[in-house]
């Protein structure tokens, strides 16, 4: 004789099938491969990557030979200006490089010597003084009159006409007509190269001292 299964037995197997199958869970902590986030730790070293390349500075316009050949030896250095005045900008630029694919070239001596030692000191003893910077600063910004500059320098006549001397003297000033004086084009460009240059210079004594 087949015998019948439990009433127990029927009841619990028909409980398990209307029971709604419930979705598994995964571990705490584990998150999907489809919604991983990159970390954020990859776009910063991406960007600096970038930085070092030279793409984030423009190093490759700057420097193009240092960008497509990284083994290289040397000095290389740009210095630029920009004028505007609302109408087409008049840009200045002066690139000098001495890179080479081997060492021993003696890259220094050849970027120091296309420099005249004598106008470089002729310059530098001309803006020696903070008296003359002053006043070139004041003639380019419209100051230009003698009667001007005595006043805003706060000099009488006489150490003001050998200040004056000196530039002129120097290649930096000229006059324009009486009593009135004018930056040269050296002039005007020899005053906003060092005033950028001391700015760049006063940022890197101030990142070497931290």
Do not use: W
Not at 14 to 40: M, Y
Not at 54 to 76: C, D, E, H, I, S
């Amino acid at each position: 004789m087949s015998s019948s299964p439990k009433p127990s037995a029927v009841r619990t197997q028909a409980a398990s099938t209307d029971r709604p199958s419930r979705p598994r869970q995964q571990p705490k902590g584990s998150k999907k491969s489809s919604q991983k986030k990159r970390p954020h730790g990859d776009d910063t070293r991406r960007r600096s990557r970038q930085t070092r390349d030279g793409r984030g500075r423009g190093l490759a316009t700057l420097f193009p030979k240092v960008v497509k050949n990284r083994r290289l030896f040397g000095l290389a250095g740009v210095c630029g200006l920009a004028e505007c005045d609302g109408t087409k900008p008049i840009i200045t630029v002066e690139r000098r490089e001495e890179l080479f694919t081997k060492p021993a070239r003696r890259p220094r001596e050849r970027f120091l010597s296309a420099a005249s030692d004598e106008r470089i000191a002729k310059l530098c003893n001309a803006m020696a003084n903070p008296r003359r910077v002053a006043m070139l600063k004041a003639i380019f910004t419209g100051a230009g009159r003698y009667a001007q500059l005595a006043e805003t320098l706060g000099l009488k006549a006489g150490p003001l006409y050998h200040h004056v001397r000196e530039l002129r003297l120097a290649g930096l000033l000229e006059l324009a007509q009486r009593d009135t004086y004018r930056l040269t084009e050296y002039g005007k460009y020899a005053l906003l190269l060092a005033c950028l240059s001391e700015s760049l210079l006063s940022k890197l004594h101030s990142t070497d001292r931290e």
